[in-house]
């Protein structure tokens, strides 16, 4: 997460934090030992998991993408029509990937050792369509 997306949850009213849900911590310590200690009053708890996004280039020219960052994703994944757009040299693939949740994507092929630069610097990756 980029330390700027965090600075501005910070900032936020009381009330835009109600708004959207966020949880006071020591709020939800302090129902769940009541709730230990007898008195049975059930939390409300939320669960979010934000995602960020940060400025990629792809490929010599440096083609300008908004990357999803996943530190759990076990591959790199872009659109077909981006690869073009970034002119990288692809081969054909012909299978799926069955995600956790059990849905299916195609990837159609495969850009090997493809340059990606991010703010912390430049670095070969393997990407699939």
């Known amino acids: 997460m980029s330390p700027k997306f965090f600075n501005q949850l910070k900032n936020l009213s009381e009330e ?8 006071d911590t020591k709020e939800i310590q302090t129902k769940l030992i009541n709730h230990h200690l007898g008195n049975y009053e059930q939390p409300k708890l939320h669960y979010a998991c934000p995602l960020g996004f940060m400025q990629v280039y792809l490929g010599e020219e440096g083609h300008e993408i908004m990357a999803l960052v996943d530190t759990g994703s076990e591959l790199n ?13 692809t081969r054909c693939l012909n299978m ?3 995600g956790i949740g059990g849905h299916c994507t195609s990837i159609v092929g495969l850009a090997e050792f493809t340059p ?6 430049k670095k070969e990756i393997y990407i699939f369509l």
């Open 16 to 23: 835009e934090k109600k708004s959207i849900n966020l949880i």
């Open 116 to 121: 990606i630069t991010l703010v912390t610097g």
């Open 77 to 89: 994944r872009i659109p077909e029509d981006s690869a073009i757009k970034a002119r990288l040299t």
């Open 96 to 98: 799926n990937i069955r």
